[in-house]
């Protein structure tokens, strides 16, 4: 199985089949960093933070211009956020 025919074996798939059939692929393919970007993707919107930036970070590993940069950058944003209008009422 190639990473297009992954993608499309993900349509209709819940959350947990999706990230079983990804995390299959990637034991097959261990370099594939879309793998890793995808089933991070999958973590960030189940809310697993953790171990979506784990799937990102190992993505930027294997290449450092994939799109999972842009997605570590995205996600440590959103951590780093800090509304100072709730500090300082």
């Given at each position: 199985m190639?990473?297009?025919?992954?993608?499309?074996?993900?349509?209709?798939?819940?959350?947990?089949?999706?990230?079983?059939?990804?995390?299959?692929?990637?034991?097959?393919?261990?370099d594939?960093?879309?793998?890793?970007?995808?089933?991070?993707?999958?973590?960030?919107?189940?809310?697993?933070?953790?171990l979506?930036?784990?799937?990102?970070?190992?993505?930027?590993?294997?290449?450092?211009?994939?799109?999972?940069?842009e997605a570590?950058?995205?996600?440590?944003?959103i951590?780093?956020?800090?509304?100072?209008?709730?500090?300082?009422?």
């Amino acid at each position: 199985m190639d990473y297009t025919e992954l993608r499309n074996k993900l349509k209709g798939l819940d959350y947990d089949n999706a990230v079983i059939e990804i995390t299959e692929y990637i034991t097959a393919h261990p370099d594939d960093d879309r793998a890793y970007t995808l089933r991070g993707m999958k973590y960030w919107g189940a809310g697993q933070r953790s171990l979506a930036i784990g799937d990102y970070l190992a993505a930027v590993r294997i290449n450092p211009d994939s799109t999972a940069a842009e997605a570590l950058k995205a996600a440590n944003e959103i951590l780093d956020y800090r509304n100072k209008d709730l500090y300082n009422p």
